[in-house]
Structure formats: structure tokens, C-alpha cells
Nanobody, 121 residues
């Protein structure tokens, strides 16, 4: 059984920083893409950043230059360093991973439970 557990959310003032972590546990063979999404109240969930197993990254235009995604393949963990935070970054942040586990025929996507990030002005 695969689980993704996020941590690191909280309340921060505008201009501040937070670092989110998402650890994958369970009977995994390979984790390919790992992404961060966010969902603000009344809005659809949106992709914030993604990283491949080889380290290629992509970012939403709204966070380019402020957020950095990274991963530790040995720990099956993905990180999101968020700097220069703005009130509009306030949302629940979710991690997502494409995982091939020992108990599944093929890879499937898994979501974390979400962590709240609140940026005050």
C-alpha cells in the first residue's frame, strides 16, 4: 500500500519562506514524476511544479523564480522550497506521484492528503 505524506505547511507573512516535504512510503519499485499541486478556496486544483526521475523540472508561470522543486530518490521524497511568498499563494498544497508498486500491474498516480499554506499580507 503506497502512501504520500506532506509536511511543512503553515502560516507565514508575505515575503517569507516555507519548505514543503512529501515522503512516499510503501512497497514501491519506481517513482517517476513527482508534482506539487495547489487548490485555493473556490478555485480548481492547479499544477505548481513537477520533477521527473531524472531531475527535469517545470513550473507554473506564477511561481517561476520563487519556488524550487527537488527530490531525493533515495528517500522517495519530493520538496518544494517556496520563497517570496505572496497572499495569492495561499492554498492547500498536494503532492502527487506516479508510482510503480510491487502489488500493481502498472504505474498509477497517488495523492497526498494536502497541507495548508497561508500567507498573510
Amino acid at each position: 500500500h503506497v502512501q504520500l505524506v506532506e509536511s511543512g505547511g503553515g502560516l507565514v507573512q508575505a515575503g517569507g519562506s516555507l519548505r514543503l516535504s512529501c515522503a512516499t512510503s510503501g512497497d514501491t519499485i519506481c517513482i517517476s514524476a513527482m508534482n506539487w499541486y495547489r487548490q485555493a478556496p473556490g478555485k480548481e486544483r492547479e499544477l505548481v511544479a513537477g520533477i521527473t526521475i531524472g531531475g527535469m523540472t517545470n513550473y507554473a508561470d506564477s511561481v517561476k523564480g520563487r519556488f524550487t522543486i527537488s527530490r531525493d530518490n533515495a528517500k522517495n521524497t519530493v520538496y518544494l522550497q517556496m520563497n517570496s511568498l505572496k497572499p495569492e499563494d495561499t492554498a492547500v498544497y498536494y503532492c502527487y506521484a506516479d508510482v510503480q508498486s510491487r502489488t500493481e500491474w502498472g504505474p498509477r498516480g497517488y495523492w497526498g492528503q494536502g497541507t495548508q499554506v497561508t500567507v498573510s499580507s
